[in-house]
């Protein structure tokens, strides 16, 4: 009797955040659901592919967590924090969320995304490292890496309608140009606000039932600032479409390190050694890396489902070795 007592008070102080766990993962169902059907229609607007609407305006908004969390650790003085979500989010970008679309739907990857934009994101991954080794990333370096982004945005935009093939986008467009930007952004905000909600109750949860706080900060809010690219990523791979998914998940590593770190930088020099992530970096390296030659033996230039699963396999080892 005493125990359904402890159960029926521990579930009423509860109450509230179990309701924003579920009211989290229904609004980063339907803002997934908004964004992946409006970007395709707002590319057939645009005239410009999915891809590059994956790798610009989905990559970008789903990326909003990340950027308010890496600019709070900053602005705190806990560099080392605000780097490493950096780094952890493009870790599980890859191994956790594109390797979880391609075990729904197998990813098919163009010419062009691996002529041009896979290797833009090793280049910007592989420039963290020289401007990394003197412990600090200065507000020149942020503003080299800020330029960069307005660059690649730039030729993204101006190239993509030359090389585009009339074949790549839906023939006919479902709605307004305006109608698209509107539920575009109404998304975004969803699932900005569903991952806010689902960590505000999963913290409490976790603090309530005596879950140590490092813990909290290694698991919950790491995967929470992912779970707008992993709800939008989900929903692409269930209607199909591998160019959203790559588009999201490439501009949003891309979008990371230029757009988050350089912006950071640029507002708060991130001043610290490093030393206890310049493994990570490496590790993020390889995960990216592994991605070519995981599309070029796959079946069809496809990312299938024994590849994903071996990502997935890496990122729970990764995982593993962090906490030991």
Do not use: C
């Given at each position: 009797?005493?125990?359904?007592?402890?159960?029926?008070?521990?579930?009423?102080l509860?109450?509230?955040?179990?309701?924003?766990?579920?009211?989290?993962?229904?609004?980063?169902?339907?803002?997934?659901?908004?964004?992946?059907?409006?970007?395709?229609s707002l590319?057939t607007r645009l005239?410009?592919?999915?891809?590059?609407?994956?790798l610009t305006v989905?990559?970008?908004?789903t990326?909003?967590p990340?950027?308010?969390?890496?600019?709070?650790?900053?602005?705190?003085?806990?560099?080392?924090l605000?780097?490493?979500?950096?780094?952890?989010?493009?870790?599980?970008?890859?191994?956790?969320?594109?390797?979880?679309?391609?075990l729904?739907?197998?990813?098919?990857?163009?010419?062009?995304?691996?002529?041009?934009d896979f290797?833009?994101?090793m280049?910007?991954?592989?420039?963290l490292?020289?401007?990394?080794?003197d412990?600090?990333?200065?507000r020149?370096?942020?503003?080299?890496?800020?330029?960069?982004?307005?660059?690649?945005?730039?030729?993204?935009?101006?190239?993509?309608?030359?090389?585009?093939a009339?074949?790549?986008?839906?023939l006919?467009?479902?709605?307004p140009?305006?109608?698209?930007l509107?539920?575009?952004?109404?998304?975004i905000?969803l699932?900005?606000?569903?991952?806010?909600?689902?960590?505000?109750?999963?913290?409490?949860i976790?603090?309530?039932?005596?879950?140590?706080?490092?813990?909290?900060g290694?698991?919950?809010?790491?995967?929470?600032?992912?779970?707008p690219?992993?709800?939008s990523?989900?929903?692409?791979a269930?209607?199909k479409q591998?160019?959203i998914?790559?588009?999201n998940i490439?501009g949003s590593?891309?979008?990371?390190?230029l757009?988050?770190?350089?912006?950071?930088s640029l507002?708060?020099?991130?001043?610290?050694?490093?030393?206890?992530?310049r493994?990570?970096?490496?590790?993020?390296?390889g995960f990216?890396?592994?991605?070519?030659?995981?599309f070029?033996?796959?079946?069809?230039?496809?990312?299938?489902?024994?590849?994903g699963?071996?990502?997935?396999?890496?990122?729970?080892?990764?995982?593993?070795?962090l906490?030991?």
């Amino acid at each position: 009797m005493y125990l359904v007592e402890a159960l029926y008070h521990l579930l009423a102080l509860l109450a509230v955040s179990i309701f924003f766990l579920i009211l989290g993962i229904g609004l980063l169902y339907l803002g997934g659901e908004l964004l992946v059907r409006n970007a395709s229609s707002l590319a057939t607007r645009l005239g410009i592919s999915p891809l590059v609407i994956g790798l610009t305006v989905v990559a970008f908004g789903t990326s909003a967590p990340e950027l308010a969390a890496t600019l709070a650790s900053a602005l705190n003085g806990a560099s080392d924090l605000a780097i490493g979500n950096v780094i952890g989010s493009n870790i599980a970008n890859i191994a956790l969320i594109l390797a979880t679309a391609a075990l729904i739907y197998p990813l098919s990857a163009g010419k062009l995304f691996l002529k041009r934009d896979f290797p833009v994101m090793m280049a910007v991954s592989l420039l963290l490292i020289p401007f990394m080794l003197d412990g600090i990333v200065t507000r020149l370096e942020g503003g080299i890496l800020v330029a960069l982004l307005i660059v690649y945005l730039v030729y993204l935009l101006k190239y993509d309608r030359d090389q585009l093939a009339p074949d790549d986008l839906p023939l006919e467009p479902k709605q307004p140009l305006w109608q698209s930007l509107i539920l575009v952004a109404v998304g975004i905000g969803l699932l900005v606000l569903g991952a806010r909600l689902l960590v505000i109750g999963a913290i409490d949860i976790a603090t309530r039932l005596g879950v140590p706080e490092a813990v909290i900060g290694l698991t919950v809010v790491a995967f929470g600032t992912s779970l707008p690219e992993l709800a939008s990523s989900i929903v692409a791979a269930s209607k199909k479409q591998s160019d959203i998914i790559l588009g999201n998940i490439i501009g949003s590593n891309i979008f990371n390190i230029l757009a988050i770190t350089g912006i950071t930088s640029l507002i708060h020099p991130l001043a610290e050694p490093f030393a206890e992530i310049r493994l990570d970096i490496f590790i993020m390296l390889g995960f990216s890396l592994a991605l070519l030659p995981l599309f070029i033996m796959g079946t069809k230039g496809r990312l299938g489902r024994i590849p994903g699963g071996l990502l997935l396999t890496g990122y729970i080892v990764y995982i593993i070795l962090l906490f030991t």
